[in-house]
Nanobody
Framework: QVQLVESGGGLVQAGGSLRVSCAAS????????MGWFRQAPGKEREFVAS????????YYADSVKGRFTISRDNAKNTVYLQMSNLKPEDTAVYYC????????????????WGQGTQVTVSS
């Protein structure tokens, strides 16, 4: 079992930056691929970014490529999402998730989910 707790969300103006974090506890964090997903009101949950267990491979949705950076610190059992040049359409609840290697952008492959953190970008 893995417990995930997101933090760092908030309100930011368009063009600004924000970093959200996800702290993990429980089973061996470094054995899991980690992903960030988001869900805006009235929309389905969508893939944002993912990172392999070692941190050597990362994947991004086209909508955030070049603006968001995912990273992890296995010594701290934490995964981060650095968001820059934020746009109003980035407004959503951001969720982190843990899954086996190869989970990539496949939402259904992720086994553990956090409770989410709200990110609001004002225009």
């Amino acid at each position: 079992q893995v417990q995930l707790v997101e933090s760092g969300g908030g309100l930011v103006q368009a063009g600004g930056s924000l970093r959200v974090s996800c702290a993990a506890s429980g089973r061996t964090f470094e054995s899991y691929a980690m992903g960030w997903f988001r869900q805006a009101p009235g929309k389905e949950r969508e893939f944002v970014a993912s990172i392999s267990w070692s941190g050597s491979s990362t994947y991004y949705a086209d909508s955030v490529k070049g603006r968001f950076t995912i990273s992890r610190d296995n010594a701290k059992n934490t995964v981060y999402l650095q968001m820059s040049n934020l746009k109003p359409e980035d407004t959503a609840v951001y969720y982190c998730a843990a899954g086996p290697g190869g989970s990539y952008y496949y939402l259904h492959k992720y086994e553990y989910w956090g409770q989410g953190t709200q990110v609001t970008v004002s225009s």
